[in-house]
């Protein structure tokens, strides 16, 4: 039976490849998943799947594909998509994935194959270089805090759950503190961030926490999320968005602005941010629900 490290060290090295295989820049965040897998080869489809996460298709004499439920939340999709790349970069057979999370102890272990699959993902979507990158925008070395984590995986576009699993890995933080951020609900820290006055009519949507350091950066965002954006010297920054990203009330004590990404918008919206430090800006696209198949194959 394959253990988890030893599916770890094959992961590891086998996403180093795929990397290099699929014109990968492992130093730039979020990676493209998807242009990797168009790249591979392999036709993808979102549709709304119930019961599972995705699943890999290669039946003989018909191109490989790679099904994505789009009900579940983008960094799960994207997630779901690197393991089913995983499934294709090992050349196996057609795969049904019903649960993506790796089980406990009390649930049937996973299969070799899918051990190799998981492991794969982890290590293309969260290459050390392109977290460390990442950590550069929220002014860290290494994670310290769920708070950190859950920040770091936006950036990655990667599931809290599974960018704490990986931390070790990638060595930005120590297993003890791993199992005990594992434990926390993505929920709790997202309400913990909210600026907002009354209570959060959902917390389906995600956190962005933004300072000066992410000047000249280029968020992809989804509908509902929130951007809260601080000030060095903790008085209220001065931002001009369009129409589009709309302002949100916060509290009076708040010493931040927050704004929400209204209506779907596929170009990029330029922010500009003005507070006693100087002038930053950065780029925001809210991107909308995927469905259907991935259209460059319809060309």
């Known amino acids: 039976m394959t253990t988890w490290a030893e599916a770890n060290g094959t992961g590891m090295l086998a996403a180093a490849q795929a990397h290099g295989d699929y014109g990968i820049d492992t130093a ?11 790249t591979a080869g ?6 709304p799947m119930p019961r599972q996460f995705g ?3 290669n039946d003989p004499g ?8 789009n009900g579940l939340p983008h960094a799960a999709q994207r997630q779901t998509a690197g393991h089913e790349l995983g499934h294709h970069w090992w050349k196996h057979g057609t795969r049904e ?22 492991s794969f993902a982890a290590w293309f979507l969260m290459p050390r270089k392109a977290a460390v990158a990442a950590l550069s925008h929220l002014g860290i070395r290494e994670i310290r805090s769920p708070a950190d984590a859950y920040q770091l995986s936006l950036l990655l576009g990667t599931p809290y759950r ?13 297993q003890a503190r791993v199992a005990e951020w594992i434990k926390v609900p993505p929920n709790v820290i997202k309400d913990r961030l909210d600026q907002a006055d009354g209570p959060s009519a959902s917390r389906k949507p995600d956190v962005w926490v933004l300072s000066p350091r992410f000047d000249g950066a280029q968020l992809t965002v ?21 129409d589009r990203l709309a302002a949100l009330p916060v509290k009076p004590s708040s010493h931040a602005t927050e704004i929400e990404a209204g209506h779907v918008h596929g170009e990029w919206d330029l922010v500009q941010v003005a507070d006693p430090s100087g002038h930053w800006e950065f780029a925001i696209r809210v991107e909308a629900q995927r469905s259907g198949i991935d259209s460059r194959w319809m060309d």
Do not use: F
């Not at 730039?28 to 168009?38: E, G, L, S």
């Not at 392999?42 to 549709?47: C, G, K």
């Not at 599974?162 to 990638?170: C, E, F, K, Q, S």
């Open 42 to 47: 392999v036709v993808t489809m979102w549709q």
């Open 162 to 174: 599974a960018t704490v699993r990986h931390l070790p890995n990638i060595r930005l933080a120590h």
């Open 28 to 38: 730039t965040w979020p990676v493209d998943i998807y242009d990797a897998i168009y």
């Open 55 to 57: 699943a890999y298709i």
């Open 222 to 242: 989804h509908p509902g999320d929130r951007i809260l954006i601080s000030s060095p010297d903790r008085s209220r920054p001065s931002v001009t968005c369009p």
């Open 97 to 118: 994935d019903g649960d993506l999370d790796p089980p406990g102890d009390r649930r049937p272990p996973w299969p070799p194959e899918e051990k190799h699959a998981e």
């Open 62 to 69: 018909s191109r490989p594909g790679i099904l994505i439920n």
